[in-house]
């Protein structure tokens, strides 16, 4: 699914600390990342690209990224699309040709045997990153898989959780949110943090 772009978004920039998936339980692996929180202020729609530039608080290198306006961050989305589809028709093509193939000439062969890789590798790579592409790159931000500094979009908060800070002395209790959670996650942690809010030791009541 394409993420939610807007002009000014909450993200944070991840360094990875090991160098192999570390196995985490079933098939998957996992990377560990630390974390830095960014704020995404995007150009005006028409604007070229913004450059900013933000210093790992890990390794301490100076990452340089391009930072896309909502429109350009659309197009880009739907331009990686079309190369996934794109891939796909090439594909296609070359698996009918490869079956309706009347001289079995080695070169005709070595030529759709290229356009079904080519198709498959275009297909597979542009429809990741079509799912990927947030309008910011630099460091393979843009692509899929674990980079050594990935750049995350934090998900807004939804509407229907509104924040749990206290009126008195702005005491504010975290909670989880992102439509990676279940939502009766979502919601039980969010009781749990009103609750600690109300119970909260006030400096000013
Ligand atoms: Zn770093
Ligand atoms: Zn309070």
Known sequence: MPQAIA?????TVSHR??????????????????????????????SPALHRTVRCEVCNKALHYAIHSVEATRRRQARRRAGAYAGLVVLLVSLVSLITLEDSGAIRIALTATGILVGAVLGW??????????GVTGHGAAWPGATKHAVELVE????????LVCAL???????????????GFVRKQYQAAATRLENHACRRA
Request: charged residues 30%; contains cysteine; negative net charge.
């Open 7 to 11: 002009q000014r978004q909450e993200a």
């Open 17 to 46: 600390v090991n160098f192999w998936g570390r196995p985490s339980g079933g098939s998957t692996v996992s990377w560990d990342y630390e974390s830095q929180k960014w704020v995404v202020k995007r150009p005006d729609d028409g």
């Open 125 to 134: 790579v542009s429809g990741l990153a079509a799912a990927d592409d947030m």
């Open 156 to 163: 807004p908060r939804p509407e229907e959780l509104p924040e």
């Open 169 to 183: 002395c702005c005491h504010r209790e975290e909670f989880p949110w992102g439509s990676h959670y279940r939502k």
